[in-house]
C-alpha cells in the first residue's frame, strides 16, 4: 500500500509536503453529533488551508434517511463561516443511508464510492471514520469487510480504518473488539484515536525532552520528587449522562487521555522520532507501572462523585440529578491515584493522577517537582514560602510551560521566593494550532499512525485500569462525594498529604 511508509509529520519542517493524496474520507455515522461538531468543521479547516486536494471528497453513511442534498445541507450548517473551497467539496459529497447489519448498505456505498472516484479522478484511496456508537463498530467493520471494502483495489492505494474510543470496557473485551476488527484489517490499517494525541502542546512534550540538553538530565529519580498530572474540567456531564453512566472517569479518561499523556512523560528516549519508535517506547513505558492490587486500590485510589455546588459563580445540580442519570448512581464522576513506575529512571518516583468533573476550573497540566535542595542555608524567615523548584507543562488552556525556582527579593534583606519563569504559546508563536482533529484526520489520510494509538497501547492502559474497576465492583472502596467547584472529596487531600506532599493549585 502506498501508505505504507508516510513522511514522518515529526520531522522538522515537514508541513508543506503534508497534503491529503487525492481520495475518499468516508464518515460513518454521518448524521451524528461528532461528524457535525468536530470532523465536518476539521474537514473544513483542512480545506481552507488548502491541505485537501481538488481530487477530494467525502460519503457519508448513517441509519438516519438523507438523501445527498440532505447531507449537504448537513455540510453547509455544521460549518457557518467557512471559507470559499467549502461549498465545492460539499457538491462532490454523498449520502447512502441504511443499517448496518444490512449488507446492502455496504454493496451501495461500495458502488458510490466507484462513482466518485471516477468523478474526482481517485485512484482509489480510502479512509473509513467510524463516527458511530462503538456498540456497532464490529458490525460496520464486518460489513466493510463482507462487501470486500477493506482492501485497496490497487497497490497505489490505502484503505484505513479509525475508530474513536472507547476500545472496550475492559481488557477482554478491548481484545475481542481487536480480534473482530483484525478479521478484515490488519492492524497497520487501524487508526485509533485519542484527541489528547492532536493537542500541540501533548506532542510538546516530546519536544521539550528530546529537543533539549538541559531537561532530560533531570528527567528521573535522582532529581524528581514525584509527578502530578491533572486532567480537570469545570463543566458537569452535561447532557451526556446516558452515555457517563456507562463510563465514568476511570474508562472516560484515565484509560486514554491520561495514559497517553502519563506514557509521554514517563518514556525513554526512542531511537527515531517515528511510529513505531515512539509507540514502543510508549508501551514499555505502560508495563513497567505498577499494575494496582486489591490492597493498593484502597489505600491508593479515590473515587468521588459530585455534589451539588457552584461552578463558575452558578449554582449546579449533583451528578445525580443530571439528565439520564440514576438518582442512586454509583458512577464515579472523580478519580484521583497514586501509580508507581518500577524501572531503572522511577523507581520510587510517585505519579499523582486526578481527574474529575465539575472541579473548579478547566486546566490539563503534567508536573514534575524537583527534590528539596539537600540543605537550606536561609534562615527560615528568609526563605519562608520557597517551594521545590517544578517543571509544569501546560497542556490548556493557557498553554505553555513554566519553570519555578527561588529568586532573591530585591531589598536590603537576603529574602529568597519562588519566582516563574514562563513560555506561553500564545505569545511565542504566530502560527496557530491546529485543532487536534485537524491534525489526526490529515494524519489518517497520510498514513502517519504516530499519534494514533496501536492496540498494544490499549491492551497495557486496561491492565493497570481493570484491577481497579474491579476493586470498585463490591463495596469495599468507598464513593465520596464533593461539592461541585472543589478539588474533589478529602480524600484526595489524604492520599497525597500522607506522602507528605500535596496537590497542586493550578
Ligand atoms: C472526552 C471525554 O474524551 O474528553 C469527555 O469523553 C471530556 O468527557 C473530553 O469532556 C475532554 O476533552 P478536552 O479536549 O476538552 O480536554
Known amino acids: 500500500m502506498s501508505g505504507d511508509v508516510p513522511p514522518n509529520p515529526l520531522a522538522a519542517g515537514s508541513d508543506a509536503v503534508r497534503q491529503a493524496p487525492p481520495g475518499i474520507l468516508v464518515v460513518v455515522g454521518a448524521s451524528g453529533d461528532l461528524t457535525a461538531r468536530k470532523l465536518l468543521p476539521a474537514i473544513e479547516q483542512l480545506s481552507r488551508r488548502r491541505l485537501l486536494p481538488r481530487s477530494f471528497a467525502v460519503v457519508g453513511v448513517a441509519r438516519t434517511e438523507l438523501d445527498d442534498d440532505g447531507f449537504r445541507k ?66 460496520v467493520a464486518d460489513g466493510l469487510g463482507a462487501a470486500g471494502l ?42 485509533r484515536i485519542d484527541h489528547y494525541l492532536g493537542k500541540e502542546t501533548v506532542q510538546n512534550v516530546l519536544a521539550l525532552r528530546f529537543a533539549n540538553a538541559i531537561f532530560e538530565p533531570l528527567w528521573n529519580r535522582s532529581f524528581i520528587d514525584h509527578v502530578q498530572i491533572t486532567v480537570a474540567e469545570s463543566l458537569g456531564v452535561e447532557k451526556r449522562g446516558g452515555f457517563y453512566e456507562t463510563a465514568g472517569a476511570l474508562r472516560d479518561i484515565v484509560q486514554n487521555h491520561v495514559m497517553q499523556v502519563l506514557s509521554l512523560t514517563l518514556m525513554e ?15 514499555k513505558a505502560l508495563r513497567s507501572v505498577v499494575i494496582p492490587t486489591l490492597e493498593s486500590v484502597k489505600t491508593d485510589v479515590v473515587r468521588g462523585q459530585y455534589d451539588s455546588g457552584w461552578s463558575e459563580g452558578v449554582a449546579v445540580q449533583a451528578y445525580r440529578q443530571e ?36 472541579l473548579p476550573k478547566r486546566v490539563t497540566e503534567v508536573a514534575l517537582q524537583f527534590h528539596r535542595v539537600p540543605h537550606l542555608a536561609f534562615g527560615t524567615a528568609e526563605s519562608q514560602g ?6 509544569v507543562l501546560r497542556i490548556q488552556p493557557d498553554e505553555g510551560v513554566a519553570l519555578r525556582f527561588g529568586a532573591k527579593v530585591p531589598g536590603q534583606a537576603f529574602n529568597v521566593r519562588d519566582v516563574l519563569m514562563d513560555m506561553s504559546y500564545g505569545s ?12 489526526l484526520l490529515l494524519d489518517a489520510m497520510v498514513g502517519d499512525p504516530t499519534l494514533f494509538i496501536r492496540s498494544d497501547e490499549v491492551d497495557q492502559a486496561w491492565r493497570i485500569v481493570d484491577p481497579i474497576l474491579e476493586a470498585w465492583q463490591g463495596r469495599a472502596v468507598p464513593l465520596s462525594g464533593y461539592a461541585a467547584g472543589t478539588w474533589g472529596p478529602r480524600q484526595a487531600e489524604q492520599l497525597i498529604e500522607r506522602d507528605g506532599r500535596q496537590w497542586r493549585k493550578p
Not at 269 to 283: F, L, M, S, Y
Not at 325 to 349: H, Q
Not at 428 to 439: G, N, V
Open 386 to 391: 520557597l517551594r521545590p523548584n517544578a517543571l
Open 428 to 439: 511565542a508563536f504566530m502560527e496557530d494550532a491546529p485543532d487536534a482533529y485537524e491534525r
Open 323 to 358: 439528565p439520564d442519570v440514576d438518582p442512586n448512581s454509583r458512577t464515579e464522576t472523580f478519580v484521583a491515584m497514586k501509580l508507581m513506575c518500577d524501572n531503572w529512571r522511577w523507581a520510587g518516583v510517585p505519579i499523582y493522577v486526578r481527574t474529575g468533573k465539575r
Open 74 to 139: 448537513l455540510m453547509t450548517d455544521s460549518v457557518p463561516h467557512a471559507g470559499a473551497g467549502w461549498a465545492e467539496l460539499v457538491k462532490r459529497s454523498r449520502y447512502v443511508t441504511g443499517e448496518y447489519g444490512d449488507p446492502s448498505t455496504f454493496q451501495t456505498l461500495g458502488k458510490v464510492l466507484g462513482e466518485v472516484e471516477a468523478d474526482i479522478a481517485s485512484t482509489g484511496n480510502r479512509t473509513f471514520y467510524l463516527a458511530t456508537i462503538p456498540a456497532v463498530f464490529e458490525l
Open 150 to 191: 477493506n482492501r485497496p483495489a490497487n497497490e497505489q492505494s490505502a484503505v484505513r480504518l479509525v475508530i474513536e474510543k472507547p476500545f472496550g470496557r475492559d481488557l477482554d473485551s478491548a481484545t475481542e473488539l481487536d480480534a473482530a476488527l483484525h478479521r478484515n484489517f490488519d492492524e497497520a490499517q487501524i487508526y
Open 269 to 283: 528516549p526512542p531511537g527515531t522520532i517515528d511510529a513505531q519508535g515512539i509507540r514502543d517506547e510508549k508501551v
